[in-house]
C-alpha cells in the first residue's frame, strides 16, 4: 500500500467538534458547567456493563482449555517458524526481515481469530474531516483503511488488551506483518514470548532516560533502514507501524493517581477520563523518524458501559472477556491525522504543549462519548486535490473484529507442519539404511 495518495489530500481547515467541544469545557457560566458534568451512575453500580456471566464453571474451563489448546499451539508453531528463519541472517538479511515479517503477521492472525471465536465484540470506528477517503466498510461488513506504510501511531491506554484491536487496525490495512509496539523490559525474559517479541523488532525501554535513549535510537534507526525483500516497502523503506502510548501506563486507580501527582507537580488542571501524557519518549521518536514518516496517526479509544470513576482493566478482564463470555459490548475508536511537519519538533517544551493540548482534546472526545456512548465521526466531503473522486468521510463503521478468510488461521501451522513431516522422511530413510545396513553385517 503507497502513501503517495495520501500524502496530497489537503488537510482541514478546521476541527469544529473539536472547537466545540473545547468550548464546552473552557466556559465558566454555571449553567455551562453543570452541561458538562458526566451523568450520574446509575444507582445498580454493581452491575457488569456487559451483564452477568454468560457460561457456567463447566464450559468456562472448557473455553479456557480450547483457548490454551489454540493459544499455546499457535505461539509454539510461530516459534518454531522463527526458529526456521534464524539462518537466514546470516545468508540474506532482506530475507530474513521478511520471514519474520510473516511470522508477525502470522501472530496477527492469532490476536484477530481468538478475538472472534472467544470475545466477539462490535467494533465502532469515527474519524474527523482529515481521515476522509481512509476508512470504509467493504460489501461484506469488514472495515478497510487505507493508512501509510510508515506511520506512528499514538493512543490513550485504557486496558490490557487495547493492543489487540489496535493490531486488528494494521489488519484491517494488511500491515498486521509491520507493527512495532514499546514494552517494558521486563517483558522480553518470557520464555518463548518474550524472544518472539524480540525477534519481531519490538522495542524494551527500562523506562530510564538515561539508559533507554541510546537503545531506542538504535533501534528506530534500524527500522528506517532500507531492504529489498519480499515484504519490504514500495519506497525503499520498510513499512512500519509504531504504536507508542504517550501516558506510559493504562488508566487505573494507581495511573489516576500519578497522573494527578503530575499535574499537582505542574500546576495544570488533571484530565478527566485519560492520563496526561509524558512527552520526552514521543518527541524522540519523531525527531529521530523525521523525513521517513509523513504522519502521526492519534485514536482515541473508549469502551462502551464503563461507568464515570471505574476503570475498563477492572470490568473487562481477561478471563470475564474470553472465558465468561463479557467482553465489551463495543470498542469505540476515533482517528485523527496529523502531518509530521505540521508538530513543533523543534523545542521541546512548545512540542509537550502541543501534545498536552491534543490530549485535552482527547479528553473532550471521551467526554462526549461519555453523553453519547459514541464519538462524532465525519461524512463530510472533499475536493480531491488530484482531480479524482471526491474524499469523503465514513460516518459511522460498525463491524466486528474477524478474519478475511475462516482458514486464515491454519497458515499458522504450516512452516511447522512441513517441518515435521521433512523430519519424519529422514527419520524414515535413516531407518532403513540403518536396517540395511544392519542385515548385511
Request: hydrophobic content about 40%; glycine content about 8%; proline content about 6%.
Amino acid at each position: 500500500m503507497t502513501t503517495e495518495g495520501i500524502r496530497q489530500r489537503q488537510p482541514p481547515a478546521s476541527v469544529p467538534v473539536i472547537e466545540k467541544l473545547k468550548a464546552q469545557r473552557t466556559r465558566t457560566a454555571p449553567e455551562a458547567s453543570k452541561a458538562t458534568e458526566p451523568p450520574t451512575p446509575p444507582a445498580n453500580t454493581a452491575r457488569h456493563p456487559a451483564g452477568d456471566i454468560k457460561h457456567g464453571v463447566f464450559v468456562q474451563a472448557l473455553r479456557m482449555c480450547l483457548f490454551a489448546a489454540y493459544f499455546n499451539g499457535s505461539i509454539i508453531a510461530i516459534a518454531i517458524t522463527q526458529y526456521i528463519g534464524l539462518p537466514l541472517y546470516f545468508y540474506s538479511k532482506d530475507f530474513f526481515y521478511a520471514w519474520m515479517a510473516m511470522t508477525k503477521q502470522h501472530f496477527g492472525v492469532v490476536s484477530v481469530t481468538m478475538t472472534y471465536w472467544w470475545a466477539p465484540v462490535r467494533m465502532r470506528i469515527s474519524g474527523d474531516a482529515s481521515m476522509r477517503g481512509q476508512l470504509r466498510k467493504t460489501e461484506d461488513g469488514r472495515l478497510e483503511c487505507d493508512f501509510p506504510e510508515r506511520m506512528v501511531l499514538v493512543s490513550n491506554h485504557q486496558i490490557y488488551t487495547d493492543w489487540i484491536y489496535l493490531w486488528w487496525i494494521g489488519y484491517a490495512a494488511s500491515m498486521h506483518g509491520h507493527f512495532y509496539i514499546i514494552l517494558k523490559e521486563s517483558l522480553k525474559w518470557i520464555p518463548v514470548l518474550g524472544t518472539g517479541m524480540m525477534l519481531y523488532g519490538f522495542i524494551f525501554l527500562s523506562r530510564k532516560w538515561a539508559t533507554d535513549k541510546q537503545r531506542f535510537q538504535h533501534r528506530l534507526r534500524k527500522l528506517s533502514t532500507s531492504h529489498s525483500g519480499p515484504l519490504s516497502g514500495s519506497k525503499g523503506l520498510d513499512p512500519m507501524w509504531l504504536l507508542i502510548f504517550p501516558e506510559g501506563t493504562n488508566l487505573s486507580t494507581n495511573g489516576r493517581a500519578g497522573s494527578k501527582k503530575w499535574a499537582d507537580k505542574n500546576g495544570i488542571p488533571d484530565l478527566r477520563h485519560a492520563l496526561l501524557p509524558r512527552s520526552t519518549g514521543l518527541s524522540f521518536c519523531l525527531q529521530e523518524l523525521k523525513g521517513s514518516i509523513d504522519y502521526m496517526y492519534d485514536c482515541t479509544l473508549a469502551y462502551e458501559g464503563v461507568p464515570v470513576g471505574q476503570y475498563g482493566q477492572d470490568l473487562f478482564t481477561l478471563p470475564g472477556t474470553y472465558f465468561q463470555g463479557r467482553p465489551p459490548k463495543s470498542v469505540n475508536m476515533h482517528f485523527r491525522r496529523f502531518a509530521i511537519a505540521d508538530i513543533p519538533l523543534h523545542d521541546d517544551k512548545i512540542f509537550g504543549d502541543w501534545l498536552l493540548a491534543r490530549w485535552r482534546e482527547k479528553d473532550d472526545l471521551l467526554q462526549y462519548f461519555v453523553e453519547h456512548q459514541r464519538f462524532p465521526a465525519d461524512d463530510g466531503v472533499t475536493p480531491n486535490v488530484n482531480g479524482g473522486q471526491p474524499l469523503k468521510g465514513a460516518g459511522w463503521i460498525e463491524t466486528e473484529v474477524r478474519p478475511v478468510k475462516w482458514y486464515e488461521w491454519l497458515q499458522i501451522f504450516v512452516p511447522a507442519a512441513a517441518l515435521a513431516l521433512i523430519i519424519n522422511v529422514f527419520v524414515k530413510i535413516a531407518a532403513v539404511v540403518a536396517k540395511v545396513t544392519g542385515s548385511k553385517t
